[in-house]
């Protein structure tokens, strides 16, 4: 099975918009971390907002914010006032046993985001 | 440098010819890891440095593929015998943490 499922290949949204991308996880691990990562044309991944599995709060950074809904293992990201160098590929990711010291991230296929004029 | 730095940052090789990746972590970075990039889809992780020990090499495909990091500061990501499968963006990241892990912009190696 995925550990990460992203189902939206492409989404469009129009500047200054709203958007929400979808990520839903796999695991048995009470101890783990949720990411989004941007990654544009240049090919650097860049690092967005982190969700721990014991933190109550919804993260947010800036116009970054993660949906975490535990008992549904879903963690989407909403960008708020969606800006034209918003548009990327968007990777969510997951590293388990934060505890046991088990450190790679697990991917998912992505969503690429293109921002409307 | 700022940044986790790759190189070269595109790779031509022809089948059956030996290539090595290089990476040079943020300073001061005791993790470092590298993932492999298939085109359209996420990274897929391939191993794992604390330090100069490698710690984790579960995801490096078959015996062709080899990563070191002596002095536990730059690595290198060693591929023998490339065949066409191994066309794909090979990313490094060094972290401090459990959580922010920072990315170089990848090499590219296109096996024709």
């Known amino acids: 099975a995925q550990k990460i499922t992203q189902t939206q290949p492409g989404m469009f949204v129009q500047e200054k918009e709203a958007v929400t991308l979808d990520c839903t996880y796999d695991t048995s691990d009470q101890s783990y971390g949720l990411f989004w990562y941007k990654q544009p044309s240049s090919g650097e991944m860049i690092f967005l907002i982190y969700?721990?599995?014991?933190?109550?709060q919804n993260a947010t950074e800036g116009r970054y914010s993660l949906n975490f809904q535990k008992a549904r293992k879903s963690a989407n990201l909403v960008i708020s006032a969606s800006q034209l160098g918003d548009s990327a590929m968007y990777f969510c990711a997951m590293r388990e046993g934060l505890r046991t010291g088990a450190n790679n991230l697990f991917f998912g296929t992505g969503t690429r985001l293109t921002v409307i004029p | 440098g700022a940044g986790v730095s790759q190189s070269p940052r595109y790779k031509v090789a022809k089948r059956g010819q030996d290539v090595a990746l290089r990476c040079d972590p943020i300073?001061?970075?005791?993790?470092l890891f590298w993932y492999q990039q298939a085109l359209g889809q996420g990274p897929e992780f391939l191993t794992y440095?604390?330090?100069?020990?490698?710690?984790?090499k579960s995801g490096l495909p078959s015996d062709r593929f080899f990563a070191e990091r002596p002095e536990g500061s730059v690595s290198t990501l060693k591929i023998q015998r490339t065949q066409q499968e191994d066309s794909a963006v090979y990313l490094c990241a060094s972290s401090l943490s459990n959580i922010e892990a920072f990315f170089g912009q990848g090499t590219r190696l296109t096996v024709v």
């Open positions: 300073s001061g970075h005791v993790s």
């Open positions: 969700q721990g599995s014991y933190d109550e």
């Open positions: 440095f604390q330090n100069e020990a490698q710690l984790d």
